[in-house]
């Protein structure tokens, strides 16, 4: 996918930029969990992708996305609301899914907020499948949906 975002691994550097839109577009409304040292250990794990997309130098979404043996977690997701509904999001989810491929991946999953219309529409525009909920599982505040994106069988 061509796109005019820069779409890399994260480096130390931006965790704190990761963290504070985190804080902002994910966690809002509830205790402040993943902060710049929970970012930074994930940037440093092997095993844990942190993908950043930029335009201009500037920070404008991140991806958080935990590998297992055949499946994959996105642990955290979100884009700028100033660059919400421009493609970014699709770009990077892109991003995620083609590595996730080429890893041997079979499924990816995630969690979103109930109550968050958008990005329940947004995934199952994605082939993303809502697969179950998790009552409770934003600190005891909000539910969530878990969703489900099968990548097909290992070649």
Request: hydrophobic share 45%; glycine share 10%.
């Amino acid at each position: 996918m061509i796109t005019a975002y820069d779409i890399t691994l994260a480096q130390a550097a931006d965790a704190p930029a990761i963290a504070e839109l985190s804080r902002d577009a994910v966690e809002y409304g509830l205790p402040w969990r993943w902060t710049q040292a929970r970012v930074m250990r994930c940037i440093r794990d092997a095993s844990t992708n942190v993908v950043v997309a930029r335009h201009g130098g500037s920070l404008l979404g991140f991806a958080l996305m935990k590998y297992g043996d055949d499946e994959a977690h996105i642990l955290l997701f979100a884009v700028r609301a100033t660059h919400r509904r421009a493609g970014l999001g699709a770009a990077l989810l892109s991003w995620l899914e083609a590595t996730a491929e080429v890893a041997g991946i079979l499924r990816i999953r995630l969690e979103a907020r109930a109550g968050n219309a958008a990005a329940r529409s947004f995934y199952r525009r994605h082939g993303f499948v809502e697969s179950g909920s998790s009552p409770g599982y934003y600190e005891g505040a909000e539910d969530a949906v878990r969703l489900l994106k099968e990548l097909g069988p290992r070649p």
